[in-house]
Structure formats: structure tokens, C-alpha cells
């Protein structure tokens, strides 16, 4: 079952009686202060947000299952560790909004050290979304990672970092929700 909440001008996620049949969700550039009450959304494997309200990643740590995770426009997170607990995760997209891209604008984490903790993770796009020190050295020891996407890090960095491993610049899937195409 799928739940698809598309610019929303609530404040809050709306109820959902059947949340535990859920397994994709979508919120699409809603008004909602925070995405706390996705917790309830105890089997899903897909969730793509757009425009993340919250300061840190608590919110989406709680759903265990997930298996990928799309997040555009996540301003005010700048600590990755939450995402630790997401140890089903394969695919995870971070994105800063594409207008961003032409002015410059990055999104700076702490680290991306908690990515590299994440044992089944394959693939990863990190765009605008870089630490201070502008490197990926970090996700040298991340088990199962194939391929990394980037953008907003030094050439210098990316061919360092593509020569040094066995990682490449592949596309990842996209989720099986036809509707979100």
C-alpha cells in the first residue's frame, strides 16, 4: 500500500488508520512542522521527502525497514548519525533543491562516516550534501557500497576517491512506485 501527500498545506502528517499496510511513502513539498509521526509507518521500505521540515534525521531512524530513502531539501540537518539505525537501507538519495545547485549552496554534515556503517548499503547520491572537509574518504570502508554520485566536491576529490576504490558514478534504481515517476 502506498500513501502520497503532495503539497499539503497541513500542519501536521494526517492520521492513518492503516499505516502498518503501508510500504511507500511520499511527502511531496508539505507544509508539516515535523515528519515525527512517520514513526506509525512501521513497514515501510520506500519514503521519499521533499522539503524535510525537522533539524535532525530522529523522525525517519524510527523506520527500520526501509530499503530506500529519497530526501530533497534537508536544510537544517547537518548530523547524519540517526540514519544508523536504517540497517535495511540499500539506496539513499540526499539532495539539496536544484536551484541551489546554481548558486553554489551546499548542505554541510558533520561527517559521512554513518553512511559507511551501513551494512547494506549499495548505492548513494549525495547532492549538494558534502561534510566541511569536502571529503568521501569517509565511505572507504562502507561494506557493500558499488556506486557513489556527487556532486559539489572538488574534482581532485572524486577522482581520488573513484581511483582509490573499486566504487563507480552508476545510476541507482529507482524505487518500484510507478505513480512517483
Known amino acids: ?40 509507518y512501521t513497514n515501510v521500505r520506500t519514503l ?22 529519497h530526501l530533497v531539501h534537508l536544510p537544517k540537518v547537518v548530523d547524519l ?14 539532495e539539496t533543491l536544484p536551484g541551489w545547485d546554481g548558486a553554489g549552496k551546499v548542505t554541510t554534515v558533520k561527517s ?3 553512511l559507511a556503517r551501513l551494512a547494506r548499503l549499495t548505492h548513494l547520491e549525495l547532492f549538494g550534501i558534502r561534510p566541511a572537509n569536502k571529503s568521501l574518504s569517509d565511505l572507504e570502508s562502507a561494506p557493500r557500497l558499488t556506486s557513489v554520485r556527487v556532486s559539489k566536491y572538488p574534482k581532485r576529490e572524486t577522482t581520488r576517491f573513484y581511483t582509490q576504490t573499486s566504487i563507480n558514478d552508476s545510476l541507482p534504481p529507482r524505487p518500484d512506485v510507478a505513480d512517483w515517476h
Do not use: G
Open 48 to 69: 521519499v521527502v521533499a522539503t524535510y521540515p525537522d533539524a535532525d534525521l530522529d523522525p525517519i531512524a524510527a523506520l527500520s525497514r526501509l530499503e530506500y530513502l
Open 81 to 94: 548519525t540517526p540514519l544508523i539505525h536504517l540497517q535495511q537501507l540499500r539506496i539513499l538519495r540526499l
Open 1 to 40: 500500500m502506498i500513501r502520497d501527500f503532495v503539497r499539503d498545506k497541513a500542519k501536521t502528517l494526517p492520521a492513518d488508520d492503516n499505516a502498518a499496510s503501508v510500504t511507500a511513502v511520499r511527502v511531496w513539498h508539505c507544509n508539516y512542522a515535523t515528519l515525527k509521526d512517520l514513526s506509525r
Open 112 to 114: 559521512l562516516e554513518p
